[in-house]
């Protein structure tokens, strides 16, 4: 059988040569620029006709991203491709899940129809499950949600031997537990309040017990890094051990690495699925996994 076609569009290219490897695909050559008034040019060098193509791209900052998407999956299937599926390691627009005011856009919701009429599947990461269950409530395609949780655990479990885990919000329960227990780690989870993107309360368990050890503060996404940094100031004043901040999807808005930083981490991790000098933590494999499981998949 003719291998799969990976096509690693652009803000991926740290894993493209891994996750082509473990899917046994080649790496098509394209040819990608904007036009002097900022329209996207795209052109297949590699033929996708008669090949299973896989588009890799990332979806952080996605405004700029997707129309690129879009048109390598397209023009893939106009070319003749056999299926087209897209592997985004980083999944956006799944925030606005609810009308919290008249009038507002359901972007999740409008966007995973883009995606749906552009692509066979999709494979990503923990995306940020809220208000859907699965990605199946929004999604009309094959979705699967891979979990970094067995990745992020065994992390913890090689670098910080006295770790007692920290989740954000209630939330966070569960998916914080199953870390802790692969980890073979306690756990503690914060009680949060946010009035908006920058402004937000978070109430700290009693952590008298946990002086001596590690704390190791885990969440889905690190964006503006608010909670995380009002956490690692409480941590400080209570004369904590500095903490580890180890977040799935690193998006750093504005200089909130920095400002994790200045507010006493003592290290900062990510997992691969947006590129940062953060990365520690490879979930190439099981997108890989994932995403073989679909390419095989009849259309």
Request: charged letters at 25%.
């Given at each position: 059988m003719t291998r799969p076609l990976l096509v690693a569009l652009a803000g991926s290219e740290h894993m493209a040569e891994g996750l082509a490897r473990a899917i046994g695909a080649d790496v098509a050559q394209i040819e990608t620029r904007r036009f002097p008034d900022e329209e996207?040019?795209?052109?297949?060098?590699?033929?996708?006709?008669?090949?299973?193509?896989?588009?890799?791209?990332?979806?952080?900052?996605?405004?700029?991203r997707i129309l690129p998407l879009l048109f390598a999956a397209h023009a893939a299937r106009d070319l003749g491709a056999a299926s087209v599926g897209l592997v985004a390691p980083y999944l956006a627009y799944m925030r606005q899940d609810h009308r919290f005011h008249p009038g507002e856009a359901i972007t999740s919701a409008a966007f995973a129809r883009h995606l749906s009429a552009a692509v066979d599947w999709l494979v990503t990461v923990d995306p940020h499950l809220h208000r859907y269950k699965a990605l199946s409530d929004i999604y009309s395609v094959p979705a699967v949600a891979a979990h970094a949780a067995?990745?992020?655990?065994?992390?913890?479990?090689?670098?910080?031997?006295?770790?007692?885990?920290?989740?954000?919000?209630?939330?966070?329960?569960?998916?914080?537990?199953?870390?802790?227990?692969?980890?073979?780690?306690?756990?503690?989870?914060?009680?949060?309040?946010?009035?908006?993107?920058?402004?937000?309360?978070?109430?700290?368990?009693?952590?008298?017990?946990?002086?001596?050890?590690?704390?190791?503060?885990?969440?889905?996404?690190?964006?503006?890094?608010?909670?995380?940094?009002m956490t690692l100031l409480?941590?400080?004043?209570?004369?904590?051990?500095?903490?580890?901040?180890?977040?799935?999807?690193?998006?750093?808005?504005?200089?909130?690495?920095?400002?994790?930083?200045?507010?006493?981490?003592?290290?900062?991790?990510?997992?691969?699925?947006?590129?940062?000098?953060?990365?520690?933590?490879?979930?190439?494999?099981?997108?890989?996994?994932?995403?073989?499981?679909?390419?095989?998949?009849?259309?």
């Open positions: 996207v040019y795209l052109r297949y060098l590699t033929d996708p006709a008669g090949r299973r193509v896989v588009v890799l791209s990332p979806l952080d900052r996605p405004d700029g067995p990745e992020i655990a065994r992390w913890i479990a090689r670098e910080v031997k006295d770790a007692v885990l920290i989740g954000p919000d209630a939330e966070s329960k569960q998916w914080v537990g199953e870390v802790a227990a692969l980890a073979g780690a306690p756990y503690e989870v914060l009680q949060k309040q946010r009035r908006g993107d920058r402004d937000v309360e978070v109430s700290m368990p009693d952590l008298e017990r946990w002086r001596q050890s590690t704390p190791v503060l885990v969440d889905d996404i690190i964006s503006s890094g608010e909670t995380m940094r409480h941590l400080s004043g209570m004369g904590l051990k500095p903490a580890v901040c180890i977040g799935v999807h690193g998006i750093f808005a504005g200089d909130a690495y920095q400002a994790l930083e200045r507010a006493g981490a003592g290290r900062i991790v990510t997992a691969n699925t947006v590129a940062h000098e953060s990365n520690g933590i490879d979930v190439t494999g099981i997108l890989a996994e994932a995403a073989g499981r679909l390419i095989e998949r009849p259309v």
